[in-house]
């Protein structure tokens, strides 16, 4: 095969994939937006947590909300619960790698919180844990996942918010991923600043 052939098969895969996502999921991310926005209102924080390229995108969303997205503002509470290697290996060593996101919701969230947990293929068993222990902390969860949404799709309460990318190919997601956080952040910023 042609190497830009090839190339261009990854665009015209991820343009399908995204416009498939924006038909889907477009309602629910201005849903999930609205709700972040009540979290932070109430001043509550916003915790991300996931692994690998998910690892990435929890900190990038949190970045985006400490930082900024496009417009100025005063910085938004936001931590990535995947960044505090200190915390990460402790966790890891002493207790078990599927803890290391729980431990944390379990000390930082309080009800007013919410988890936006990043998953492609909705099975990452520390990700489950921390959905669990948002629960029993009485707060809210915004779900990343793809394909069929895994076991995430199964114990999420009907409170909760599922962006479920249409895709099998976790490239794919990934891609969809960041864009939905783009989305996300754009619209807090609408919210919050006005704009058109």
């Given at each position: 095969m042609d190497l830009i052939d090839r190339v261009n098969g990854h665009f015209l895969e991820s343009i399908a994939v995204k416009q498939e996502a924006m038909e889907l999921l477009s309602p629910g991310v201005a849903v999930a937006?609205?709700?972040m926005v009540t979290c932070l209102m109430n001043e509550g924080k916003i915790l991300a947590c996931g692994n690998g390229g998910s690892a990435a995108d929890a900190q990038h969303f949190a970045a985006e909300m400490v930082g900024r997205f496009e417009k100025e503002r005063p910085g938004?509470?936001?931590i990535s619960l995947a960044t505090d290697t200190s915390a990460l290996t402790a966790i890891g060593n002493d207790?078990?790698?599927d803890m290391v996101f729980?431990?944390?919701v379990r000390a930082l969230g309080h009800t007013n919180d919410?988890?936006?947990a990043i998953s492609t293929s909705g099975n990452s068993a520390n990700v489950i844990e921390a959905i669990y222990a948002a629960h029993e902390r009485g707060m809210s969860v915004i779900a990343l996942t793809g394909g069929d949404g895994g076991k995430i799709t199964e114990i999420l309460s009907p409170e909760d918010m599922h962006l479920n990318v249409p895709s099998l190919r976790t490239c794919r997601i990934q891609e969809t991923h960041i864009l939905l956080i783009h989305a996300l952040c754009d619209a807090i910023d609408c919210?919050?600043?006005g704009g058109e």
């Amino acid at each position: 095969m042609d190497l830009i052939d090839r190339v261009n098969g990854h665009f015209l895969e991820s343009i399908a994939v995204k416009q498939e996502a924006m038909e889907l999921l477009s309602p629910g991310v201005a849903v999930a937006a609205e709700r972040m926005v009540t979290c932070l209102m109430n001043e509550g924080k916003i915790l991300a947590c996931g692994n690998g390229g998910s690892a990435a995108d929890a900190q990038h969303f949190a970045a985006e909300m400490v930082g900024r997205f496009e417009k100025e503002r005063p910085g938004l509470a936001a931590i990535s619960l995947a960044t505090d290697t200190s915390a990460l290996t402790a966790i890891g060593n002493d207790y078990d790698f599927d803890m290391v996101f729980s431990k944390q919701v379990r000390a930082l969230g309080h009800t007013n919180d919410l988890l936006l947990a990043i998953s492609t293929s909705g099975n990452s068993a520390n990700v489950i844990e921390a959905i669990y222990a948002a629960h029993e902390r009485g707060m809210s969860v915004i779900a990343l996942t793809g394909g069929d949404g895994g076991k995430i799709t199964e114990i999420l309460s009907p409170e909760d918010m599922h962006l479920n990318v249409p895709s099998l190919r976790t490239c794919r997601i990934q891609e969809t991923h960041i864009l939905l956080i783009h989305a996300l952040c754009d619209a807090i910023d609408c919210m919050l600043l006005g704009g058109e």
